[in-house]
């Protein structure tokens, strides 16, 4: 979601806000909850750091749960623009698959626990649960079954939810535990991303 998107968000008695001070709010919280945490991020931090009043921020959000929330929002865009980077439009589509995991994968890792938190965020939705990696891998997958390369019955929606759920599962308890090595999380999580992409294959 753009930041346009993040703004519409906003709103003051059935009213949408879309202005400057929004925009400094999502900002200043996507700076303390990657920095310090999801604990660090409150209403009263906020309304000291931009010296104002409680009700500039609920004049346009409705609660520290939507503001956090939408830092999850800006971390899963950050992550899924880096694995995206690792994507090669002339390699076959399951090469592409597993570099965009992989590169996901050494991202969560190389960030601190706050970003890990944020990036395993998700909304529940009546079309189940989402974020905007979720999103990313169900979109691929979704291309990769106009194109041929994705069984026409692979359910998009549930092949992404497992192999996000192994992805950042994986990359939590990496991150949790310092004698469980890096390349051993690696490997488990891609023997559990293989067994997806098993029952991917047309």
Known sequence: MSMNGVMNMAFSKGKRIED??????????VNIGCREGADSLTVTRLCRE?????RVIYNRFRDIDEINMIVAQRCNEELVAKARTAVNPHAAFYDNFI???KAAFAYIYDKNAYFQHYAALYRVTDKGVQNEFLQALADLIEDGKTKG???????SGKAAGNIWLITTGIGSMLAANTNYKYQDGLSTMLYGVEAVLTYMRP
């Open 50 to 54: 931009l010296c104002c009043d409680r």
């Open 149 to 155: 390369d994705v069984s026409s019955e692979t359910d």
């Open 20 to 29: 400057e001070t929004s925009k400094r709010i999502v900002d200043l919280a």
């Open 99 to 101: 570099a965009l995991l």
